[in-house]
């Protein structure tokens, strides 16, 4: 296992704070698979590739653009990654993680977090959006495992409330005024990279899952650990149901969640106005 500890966290604010001229910023982004609109609409400031950045990952999924973006989006300072990292990449989750413990320490307030996932309740379609209120973890592993650093946050963090209850009312406001259907429901992180079986679909659903993907949980349980309110939205790109299941690929998804991009712009433009 890589090492992530303080020193490797030192080095990477030091070599990020040298190269972004005292910006500051107040929010953190992750976007998801197939969310580029998003980035567009960031005044940029400072671009920043992840093979530059001392002890990140690099991103190795093809529509992951693998860059941190640095500015300002709808009037508020921002730090985004235009791409994450998965573990079926073969990084560690304490790697894939590793990002947002960087953006805490330049200083982010709070942390919205997008992704693709699939639709497995079956009153979601897809191109819809779904404002994720729980989590399972069914990745098998867990970023927090191994020595807690106590500066970091707890050796057992509670996790009765893993997405902010004020930000996610934000999201809900906003969503009726625009008159934007925004489902709500629980999101099960599964590792990939294959999608799922037919079986596994009906195993989910018997779970509690609405929607299903393979990123969000690792980075939502380390801000959790240090304290960070968070937000997530799944887009969803594909309709998980065992009895008529199809064939779906990586372009597919891709295409079905630029249709939906716009709906997430819109909606996080209004919520951005109210924090």
Known sequence: MKKIGLQELS????????????????????LGTGLSKLAHQIDVKHTISYEEIPHFPVSTVESHAGRLL?????????VAMQGRFHYYEGYTLQQ??????????????????SNAAGAVNLNFKKASLMLITDHINL?????????????????????????????????????????LTLHEGVYTAMSGPTLETKAEYRLLATLGT?????????EVIVANHIGLPTAAISVLTDECDPDN??????????EIAGVAEGKLVSLLEGVFKKI
């Open 245 to 254: 299941l199809v064939p779906v690929t990586l372009e597919e998804i891709i």
């Open 210 to 218: 609405d929607a299903v993907g393979m990123s969000t949980v690792p």
């Open 11 to 30: 080095e990477t604010i030091s070599f990020l704070k040298n190269n972004i001229n005292g910006f500051m910023p107040e929010i953190g982004v992750i």
């Open 139 to 179: 990745l098998m592993d867990n970023p927090l495992i191994g020595p807690n650093v106590d500066e970091w946050g707890s050796r057992f963090p509670d996790m009765s409330e893993p997405y902010d209850a004020d930000l996610n009312e934000y999201f809900r406001k906003t969503a009726n005024e625009l008159n």
């Open 96 to 113: 894939i993680t590793f990002p947002v413990r960087v953006m805490h320490n330049l200083g982010i307030q709070m942390l919205f977090v």
């Open 70 to 78: 640095f500015g300002e989006l709808f009037g508020k300072k921002v």
